[in-house]
């Protein structure tokens, strides 16, 4: 009798006892030239685009929080999933809601990110605007979010570099000439520089970030989706929509990989569970960032070639020698 008790408590242990873990697991694909819910992934409104054809399949990891310790012990067993920290993935007193909210907005920064890449590896043009003002500090209340950047102490803007560059030689309390443009008006302001801990600079305030100077609007419509690791497979979602041919020739292409705004492919987290994802979508190449190479080559799912990338140019070049028969840098 007292075993058979003992049994019944050690299963509701078991099935009720909540672990300090999180289960990662093979996420949801999604064609990025196709649709989600009736409406295409990259829109392009206001400009000629092409038909495409094949898949750029961007893919994702499952976080399961909340796991029973029977149910972890479960899903570990299966191979299929990987028992992580909880600590890793939300912080000691932050909410899951918190923790969404900043994996959407690492996935808002990506489509920004992949659209300024992507129009800049076709050859547009792209302006400086402030993305954030520091809220205390010289540019409070002169420069406004959005407000376009134009020259900043005598030194013409091209880029975003071209702000931290024009303020290298001052110092806390000069003044500099700044000017910008708010909609259709053209203003310059004289601003004296703050001074922040640590930085023998002039402090101005403003976060400066390349945007895409372009008469056409791009939209990516995709919810539920968090993290920044689908910007290469946007980018070039976005350049083979706006270029004649199809990119991946109708081959069913996935990958994964953060892009800053100069193209520039970063490593990101899960490769192994997005590979698996990949495969299962019927992908039969992936793109691998460069610094997931390593990691990727000792856990790639049979018949699944990967393509090293280190720059959307890289990917674009890769898919037209794929296209082409041709060879591909690999890990």
Not at 20 to 30: E, I, Q
Request: proline content about 5%; aromatic content about 6%.
């Amino acid at each position: 009798m007292i075993s058979l008790v003992l049994v019944l408590v050690l299963g509701m242990l078991g099935g009720f006892a909540r672990v300090p873990y999180v289960a990662l697991g093979p996420g949801p694909t999604y064609n990025t030239l196709g649709q989600v819910n009736g409406a295409d992934v990259v829109q392009v409104e206001g400009q000629e685009t092409f038909p495409t054809n094949g898949t750029l399949t961007m893919t994702t990891v499952s976080v399961t929080d909340d796991v029973s310790l029977f149910g972890a012990l479960g899903l570990w067993i299966s191979g299929r999933y990987a028992l992580a920290p909880r600590e890793e993935f939300f912080r000691p007193g932050e909410s899951e809601q918190q923790v969404r909210d900043q994996n959407v907005k690492a996935f808002q920064d990506s489509q920004t990110s992949a659209e300024v890449a992507a129009l800049r590896y076709l050859d547009y043009p792209v302006k400086v605007v402030a993305a954030e003002i520091t809220k205390g500090s010289a540019a409070d209340n002169v420069i406004q979010p959005n407000d376009r950047l134009l020259n900043v102490n005598g030194r013409d803007v091209a880029g975003y570099e071209d702000v931290r560059a024009a303020l290298e030689s001052t110092k806390p309390g000069d003044q500099v000439d700044i000017t910008f443009q708010r909609e259709s008006a053209r203003q310059t302001a004289r601003i004296t520089l703050g001074k922040v801990e640590d930085r023998p600079t002039g402090f101005l305030g403003v976060l400066p970030v390349d945007r895409a100077d372009v008469p056409f609007d791009v939209k990516i419509s995709l919810a539920d989706v968090g993290g920044p690791s689908a910007g290469l497979l946007l980018a070039l979602s976005i350049v083979d929509k706006l270029t004649p041919g199809e990119l991946n020739g109708g081959l069913p292409i996935a990958g994964t990989g953060e892009i800053n705004d100069q193209g520039e492919v970063g490593r990101i987290g899960g490769i192994t569970f997005k590979m698996v994802a990949a495969r299962e979508s019927g992908a039969t190449t992936f793109l691998v960032p460069a610094g997931n190479c390593d990691e990727a080559k000792q856990h790639a799912p049979e018949g699944l070639r990967l393509v090293k990338v280190e720059k959307l140019d890289d990917a674009v070049t890769s898919l037209k020698a794929l296209v082409a028969g041709q060879d591909t840098p690999t890990c």
